[in-house]
């Protein structure tokens, strides 16, 4: 039977965020999936996003996260359905920066530096949580080598698109023209998780030892 304390850490660590991350995350898929640029587009954009809440639906009870990874993925799915409504090369806020820069939509340039953000974070939780690297130096670098390594299949994956859809591709690509367009997605990746274990290890590893000294009582 679980202690008072432990039910009150998930208490605390789930409600009223949890309510207030569901609704924030339903609210968004919503406006999302109301009338998007493209059908198809909008799929494969917002999938990883559905994927993210099963997952996290799943593992809730017995593997509660930290909140800050709570919040970081929520973050990162509402990007996912922000690019998904309008195609990342579309997005009304960037239309401005287009006009008085490069003449391109950099908004899937957000999307690749979260993309390097939040899985360095996550995959930190998994690493310490489980004991697989000991050394600061060696679990960095090899959090850095896991986003850069998923930002290049997930570059595969738009190029498998483009081989399939040329238009849908496209879109979904979101190049733009830009011939360095897949080089510079793999670089803000790998910035994105160099930013996130600088900035936020220090907070991530206060709410780890909360959660395992609650756990241990």
């Not at 009304?92 to 939509?105: C, H, I, K, M, T």
């Not at 081989?163 to 190049?175: C, K, M, N, P």
Request: hydrophobic share 50%.
């Amino acid at each position: 039977m679980e202690t008072v304390l432990v039910m009150h850490a998930r208490y605390r660590l789930t409600h009223p965020v949890s309510l207030g991350w569901i609704a924030t995350y339903l609210l968004v898929l919503l406006w999302s999936g109301t009338h998007p640029a493209d059908q198809v587009i909008w799929g494969l954009e917002v999938f990883p996003a559905i994927l993210g809440l099963v997952v996290l639906a799943v593992t809730f009870k017995h593997h509660p996260l930290t909140p800050l990874l709570y919040l970081l993925i929520l973050i990162h799915a509402v990007i996912l359905m922000i690019g998904g409504h309008y195609t990342y090369a579309d997005v009304p806020l960037f239309e401005y920066w287009a006009e008085v820069s490069d003449g391109r939509n950099n908004y899937d340039k957000v999307g690749h530096f979260a993309q390097g953000f939040i899985p360095a974070m996550i995959a930190r939780e998994i690493l310490l949580r489980c004991h697989v690297i000991a050394g600061n130096l060696w679990r960095n670098f090899f959090i850095c080598c896991f986003c850069l390594a998923f930002s290049a299949f997930y570059e595969l994956l738009e190029w498998w698109v483009a081989l399939l859809s040329e238009e849908t591709g496209d879109d979904f690509l979101g190049a733009q023209g830009y011939l360095w367009d897949t080089q510079s997605d793999m670089f803000l990746a790998l910035l994105g998780a160099i930013f996130a274990l600088l900035s936020m290890s220090r907070l991530h590893d206060q709410q780890l030892k909360e959660i395992s000294q609650t756990h241990a009582r």
